[in-house]
């Protein structure tokens, strides 16, 4: 429904809704029974202009509102309420300033000739938005970017709210909304959208996953490279391109829908927000919102020369996040995607740009961080951090705050380097299995503070880790200059696609070896989707810009690895039947009520690991059952030769999997675990066995 159906006849001239003065809080555009309200901080402009469009692809507005710096302005807020206005409606902004090259030696990016969009925006429509326009001279009535406004009041929840799940008890699957069912294989009615990911739901259910991260959903132009949607334009909105009826207002229902659906199913939605930067870019990028409004105090700007932006992100601007108004930004916007989305997390791009302070040095105590942190709002909502950014600040194991948690990058380049076969890793190996005690426990952290994993988005897919030494990014553009040139990889032989069954064969057991260390491990695990079913990117380790098949996930792969498959989705039901490989406590030695100890760490001699081998490329451990479960015994060679492992002679054991064997050999269902009748177990190179004490044995 349009504005020009809502509204009552006007003849020309005439105003279509009647300003008043406002309210200064909250920001943005906000509903109610008699009109909308509109607030706009902007400490330095001289005047605002409210653009009102009958239908967001109109090239004029309907009606202009000019703020009056008097009754329309309270300190550095401006604001109007227009009565009669109702939603589904649309809006931008132009913000009058100093102009010229005075004001942007002072930092200041003003342009009359503009139009904004909202910072704080509940939906935006890009259908006559042109970014080129944006960058040049010139005015952008025509070619600028429409903020819709949403009355979010009246949507049926159904009783959902977040799911509050223990950390300790999730499994992450990471995924991209649109890539995860554009392939023409996914056979749903609407690829790419959230609605899709309803359809999908099923077999998100039978792989056993609690959580989906979503790539993000703020929205992003993707008509720019911006395939991943690293690049934010508007942090409230989500992203029209997921939508299915965008231009009908209806990006909130959609994005609602979405969050019900996967609630009803018992998997939460933990979204990947990047308040690092936004989509404007460096001092040649497109203005179209925050540099408009206040570029002084949205961005850090270079100290030597403010009429250039300082960049942590890499990405050509940072948010200056421990400013009051952008911290303000933040909080809020967390806070609106958990009290209205009913969102149950968030994970953080590059981090570590939110404890820089002043001239970009990093806080001890960063304002935003803590904020976060301590929002009764967000108290019961996982907080993610990827402690490092783009500028050398490294702070995995000592992000802020108690209850943040991480992606450890550590737990995947040691994993990494073990599978492909490096020597003299035991050690960190066992540190990566009991929640890298090493990182967190003398903080007062727990494994949960850890999310482990192997593969993300970035970087190579799980098979093609198995399958490339080398990145092959040539399809970028970029000549296979971008990307990361040390990915821990090992192509088990060949470069790259091959016939030979030997080394196909390798590939999958390193596959399962990798899932095995990922779900046995301690910490919170996070699995990138696809990777249960060998999708690959061809050896391309940067794919951000890949907006096809290289990047989508392969719906046939599902049926031609259904063994993998199958693999991963037994891996994950047996995490979740045994306490003790998801506890929230680091392994202390000590023996429990049986006179057990929590973990026995041995080589292939029992109570004699190799901690100091520099050679050393094997060991295996025992796991004390908890709450009565059995307990298990892992053993891991990742030499070139089969190696004999001693086991607890007098115990009775069974083999749980053994990633050497062929499927569906290689991991028992619930109850079918083959019994283990030699006095030792001959692990295969390059191979993971788990066992499990049998019912009645007693160590």
């Known amino acids: 429904m349009s504005v020009s159906q809502l509204r009552r006849p006007y003849a020309a001239g005439e105003a279509l809704f009647h300003p008043e003065p406002g309210r200064s809080h909250p920001l943005g555009a906000t509903p109610d ?3 909308v309200n509109y607030a706009f901080f902007s400490e330095h402009a001289t005047g605002i202009e409210l653009l009102v469009f009958d239908q967001p692809g109109d090239a004029e507005p309907v009606q202009t509102v000019t703020l009056d710096p008097d009754s329309n302005r309270s300190f550095a807020v401006w604001h109007v309420y227009l009565r009669g206005q109702r939603a589904p409606s649309f809006y931008a902004l132009r913000v009058f300033g100093p102009e010229g090259d005075g004001a942007r030696e ?13 910072p704080y925006a509940r939906g935006l429509d890009r259908g006559r938005w042109d970014r080129e326009a944006a960058c040049g001279p010139g005015d952008t009535t025509a070619t600028s970017l429409r903020c819709a406004v949403i009355d979010e009041r009246y949507y049926d929840w159904q009783g959902d709210q977040p799911l509050n799940r223990p950390m300790s008890e999730m499994v992450i699957y990471e995924i991209h909304v ?10 749903v009615a609407r690829p790419g959208t959230f609605a899709a990911i309803i359809d999908k739901i099923p077999y998100l259910t039978a792989l056993g996953v609690t959580a989906v991260e979503l790539l993000p959903v703020c929205d992003f132009d993707a008509t720019v490279n911006n395939y991943w949607g690293y690049s934010t334009a508007a942090f409230f909105a989500p992203h029209a391109d997921y939508c299915v009826e965008p231009q009908a207002g209806r990006h909130v229902a959609e994005f609602r829908d979405m ?7 018992g998997i939460e939605v933990i979204l990947d927000v990047v308040f690092n930067h936004t989509d404007e870019g460096n001092h040649l990028g497109p203005l179209f919102c925050w540099a408009g409004l206040d570029n002084a105090n949205y961005y850090y700007l270079h100290q030597a020369d403010r009429r250039y932006y300082d960049d942590y992100s890499g990405c050509g601007n940072t948010l200056m996040a421990n400013h009051p108004i952008v911290t303000k930004m933040i909080v809020e916007c967390l806070e609106y995607w958990v009290r209205e989305m009913h969102v149950d997390g968030f994970r953080f791009d590059e981090a570590a740009v939110l404890t820089r302070g002043p001239g970009g040095a990093v806080l001890d105590e960063p ?9 009764d709002t967000l108290a019961n909502t996982k907080i993610i951090a990827e402690a490092w950014d783009a500028a050398g600040a490294y702070e995995v194991g000592s992000y802020p705050g108690y209850r943040w948690a991480e992606w450890n990058g550590r737990f995947r380049d040691t994993v990494r380097r073990f599978v492909r076969g490096e020597p003299g890793l035991i050690g960190e190996m066992a540190d990566c299995i009991g929640g890298s005690a090493d990182l967190y426990q003398a903080r007062g952290h727990r494994p949960v503070n850890s999310v482990n994993f192997i593969t993300c988005h970035d970087g190579f897919t799980l098979a093609d880790l198995v399958a490339y030494d080398r990145k092959h990014n040539e399809a970028n553009g970029e000549d296979n200059r971008d990307g990361n040139d040390d990915n821990m990889s090992w192509n088990c032989g060949v470069e790259g696609p091959t016939d030979d069954p030997g080394v196909l064969a390798l590939r999958t057991r390193q596959i399962k070896n990798f899932a095995v260390l990922l779900l046995v491990s301690r910490g919170v695990p996070m699995i990138t989707a696809g990777d249960e079913v060998a ?3 061809q ?12 990047s989508w996930f392969d719906w046939t792969a599902a049926e031609q690895n259904h063994g993998l498959l199958r693999f991963w989705t037994q891996l994950i039901a047996r995490r979740r039947r045994h306490v003790a490989l998801r506890h929230d406590g680091f392994y202390t030695g000590l023996p429990d009520d049986r006179g057990v100890p929590d973990i026995r760490w041995h080589g292939t001699r029992l109570d004699r690991p190799d901690w100091q081998d520099p050679q050393g490329r094997a060991f295996a451990c025992t796991l004390a059952g908890l709450g009565g479960e059995p307990d298990l015994h892992l053993m891991m060679n990742m030499h070139t030769e089969p190696l004999h492992f001693d086991l607890d002679p007098g115990r009775r054991w069974a083999r749980v999997l053994d990633t050497a064997l062929a499927a569906p050999a290689d991991i028992a269902d619930f109850g079918a675990e083959q019994p283990v009748t030699t006095a030792g177990y001959l692990v295969t190179a390059h191979s993971i066995v788990l066992l499990r004490a049998l019912s009645g044995d007693t160590p």
């Open 367 to 375: 304002p935003v961080v803590w904020q976060i942190e301590l929002s």
């Open 178 to 187: 649109g890539g995860f069912t554009r392939s023409p294989g996914s056979g």
């Open 539 to 550: 050896g391309n380790n940067n794919a951000y810009c890949q907006d096809n098949p290289i």
């Open 535 to 537: 999708r690959t990117q």
């Open 259 to 265: 969050v019900k659906a996967l609630h009803r199913a």
């Open 33 to 35: 029974d008699d009109g």
């Open 106 to 118: 002072l930092g200041m990016r003003f342009d009359s000739g503009k139009v904004l969009a909202d």
